[in-house]
């Protein structure tokens, strides 16, 4: 009865930390291992973490009418676009965006193929950072 009780109080110590992590995942807008902010949390996390590199995968005239700062242009419609993501740095960690979202959506599990662990997805895109008077190069 006693071994009974105790395998009882494993699992319902295990299921219980599975759902904090879920939750505290969830809460943090992290969904399959890729953390989602908006525009401004972008903003802030530019500002105090240098090492991220903003990945625009726009078009080359996309990019050219205004990108973030420091910003590297990957074109998603490029017939290489999977073979320069897998030329990036797995250990760097990216802020990627398009103008609204899906194409840098789409791009995530292409980096995450591509062996990147640490992932940020601006979601809405550059029309999101817009619409919040954000500044652009």
């Not at 990036?88 to 959506?105: A, I």
């Amino acid at each position: 009865m006693k071994n009974a009780i105790s395998s009882y109080a494993k699992v319902a110590l295990l299921l219980t930390l599975f759902t904090v992590n879920f939750t505290m995942a969830h809460a943090a807008g992290i969904k399959n291992g890729v953390k989602h902010v908006n525009a401004q949390e972008a903003h802030n996390l530019l500002n105090s973490e240098k090492t991220i590199q903003v990945l625009d995968v726009r078009t080359a005239r996309e990019f050219q009418q205004g990108h973030l700062e420091g910003a590297i242009n990957i074109d998603y419609y490029a017939d290489d676009f999977a073979d320069q993501l897998k030329a990036l740095d797995p250990n760097t960690e990216y802020l990627v965006h398009c103008r609204s979202g899906v194409r840098s959506g789409k791009s995530l599990a292409i980096l995450k193929s591509a062996g990147v662990k640490k992932l940020i997805h601006l979601d809405g895109g550059i029309n999101a950072w817009l619409s919040k008077d954000l500044p652009l190069n």
